[in-house]
């Protein structure tokens, strides 16, 4: 098994970017982490899932829209605040 060390000899690729990519949850599909995986020969699959599939999100928007327009454009900005503010 190699090490993040020796990985990142072989790939010319920062050992700490070679740790936070494999050993650690990576917070987003960075051009590392598609390097990584293209010398792997591993295929990532980028597509978003379809957020109108979650049970649990929509459930959640329900309980909390008031059913106006003026609500669902104040949840919106909400919701991508929490995008923009990287809370995970």
């Not at 990576?26 to 995986?37: E, F, N, V």
């Not at 109108?52 to 609500?71: P, Q, Y």
């Amino acid at each position: 098994m190699d090490t993040s060390i020796s990985i990142a000899k072989s790939t010319k690729i920062n050992q700490s970017q070679i740790y936070r990519n494999l050993f650690m949850e990576p917070r987003k599909i960075s051009q590392t982490l598609r390097k990584l995986c293209n010398i792997s020969g591993i295929t990532m699959h980028t597509e978003r899932p379809d957020p109108r599939k979650s049970e649990l999100l929509m459930n959640a928007i329900g309980a909390v829209w008031d059913g106006s327009e003026e609500h669902a454009k104040r949840l919106a900005t909400m919701i991508f605040a929490v995008k923009q503010a990287n809370v995970r």
